[in-house]
């Protein structure tokens, strides 16, 4: 079916329609004019609102890269696709935070395990100082009995 100069399936009949309507100078400097290609770049368009429907979550960072790339891809041919870029704004802002709240978790745990292991290694050095200690005053006293000790002479 042709919808405002785009061949697509019957399927897509309404979403394209619904673009249309909700954006109406979205194709008004579309440059190409294959029907071909014009079909193909409607496809793009689609598949990226369809992405763009998934949750900040379910993104990597690579693919958020690559929405990005596809955008600028569709803004070039002639979309005006302002609004699209707008999600994609804020689903970036919503993945940076959501990561960023993951690794400031992750960093506090490591944060955390470093400190019980120094505190175990402070246990380990109070161990070991105080068994320094105690050898040091077995050593003191022995000297001060050995001092103690009356001389024998060799007669």
């Known amino acids: 079916m042709d919808v405002k100069g785009f061949q697509v399936l019957y399927s897509q009949v309404v979403q394209v329609s619904w673009i249309f309507v909700n954006h109406p100078d979205i194709a008004l400097n579309f440059k190409p004019k294959s029907h071909l290609v014009k079909t193909t770049y409607m496809n793009l368009l689609l598949k990226l609102i369809e992405?763009?429907?998934?949750?900040?979550?379910?993104?990597?960072?690579?693919?958020?890269?690559?929405?990005?790339?596809?955008?600028?891809?569709?803004?070039?041919?002639?979309?005006?696709?302002?609004?699209?870029?707008?999600?994609?704004?804020?689903?970036?802002?919503?993945?940076?935070?959501?990561?960023?709240?993951?690794?400031?978790?992750?960093?506090?745990?490591?944060?955390?395990?470093?400190?019980?292991?120094?505190n175990k290694e402070k246990i380990k050095s109070a161990t070991s100082a105080a068994k320094v200690l105690w050898l040091e005053q077995t050593v003191s006293n022995l000297k001060t009995k050995q001092n103690k000790k009356p001389k024998l002479s060799p007669n």
């Open 51 to 118: 992405k763009l429907d998934k949750l900040p979550q379910s993104f990597s960072e690579t693919e958020l890269r690559n929405t990005r790339t596809e955008l600028v891809d569709l803004t070039e041919t002639g979309f005006k696709l302002d609004w699209l870029k707008e999600k994609l704004d804020e689903i970036s802002l919503e993945w940076k935070k959501t990561s960023e709240a993951s690794r400031i978790q992750e960093l506090e745990q490591h944060n955390k395990n470093l400190k019980a292991e120094l």
